[in-house]
Each structure stands twice: as structure tokens, then as C-alpha cells.
């Protein structure tokens, strides 16, 4: 199982996807504090996908995801095992290291316009 950290992680290989998903949270948790800082608000009654308050609780969620799936130990291998051709094929998970490498896959496909977004992170 290639769970991509620990002591047998690549030296400068680049982030490991958790650390890579907890970096990007941190990122929108401090733009979202800081918008909260200064007073932005949406008019009651109207909802805002962008109102720091849903965006920091959603930041809260992200994170205790991550770090669920970082303590199943993800079999991130897992994500490049279609055969070839079958780029758009759906993975299905077999166990739950399987199920974690795939819901840490899922979040960070946000991020994939990221410097440090990896290809082999695609689910």
C-alpha cells in the first residue's frame, strides 16, 4: 500500500495530499477571516456561498475530513488504477484505505489549477 508518508516519502517529491489539502484550508480559512475582519456581510435573508462564516464552518468540515482520511491511511496507488483508456472510468473503492485516498482525491480537485497540484491526484 503506497500511503505517501512517513519516513519512505520521496525527499522534495512535493507535497503529500493531505499536507497539500490542509495548506489550501488554511489558505481559504485566512482569506475568509480576514473578509469576516473587515466587516463583510451579506444582506439577511440572502445566501452567500462566499459569506465567511459558511466559508470558515465549510474550512472546519474540509479539515476534519482530512484528517479522517489521513488516519484510515489512504492507498493513494489506488488512484491510478484504471486501465488504460478509462481515464473517465469511476473509481469504486474496495476498503476503506481505497475510500480515503478517494474522498482526499475528491477534495483536492478544487485545487487542481494549484502550483503544487499533482496529476496523479486526478480521481
Known amino acids: 500500500m503506497d500511503v505517501e508518508w512517513g519516513p519512505d516519502a520521496a525527499w522534495g517529491s512535493g507535497p503529500r495530499l493531505d499536507e497539500f489539502l ?14 469576516a ?6 444582506e439577511p435573508g440572502h445566501q452567500d456561498p462566499f459569506e465567511p462564516a459558511r466559508v470558515l464552518a ?23 488504477s484504471r486501465p488504460p483508456g478509462m481515464g473517465d472510468f469511476p473509481l469504486t ?22 502550483k503544487d ?3 496523479e491526484w486526478r480521481p
Open 22 to 35: 490542509l495548506a489550501r484550508i488554511a489558505e481559504d480559512k485566512h482569506i475568509a477571516t480576514d473578509a
Open 37 to 42: 475582519a473587515a466587516g463583510e456581510r451579506t
Open 58 to 80: 465549510e474550512c472546519s468540515a474540509k479539515r476534519g475530513m482530512v484528517l479522517a482520511c489521513r488516519a484510515a491511511r489512504p492507498d493513494l496507488a489506488f488512484l491510478g
Open 93 to 114: 473503492p474496495t476498503d476503506q484505505h481505497q475510500l480515503a485516498a478517494l474522498t482526499l482525491a475528491l477534495l483536492a480537485l478544487p485545487y487542481e489549477g494549484h
Open 117 to 119: 497540484y499533482r496529476p
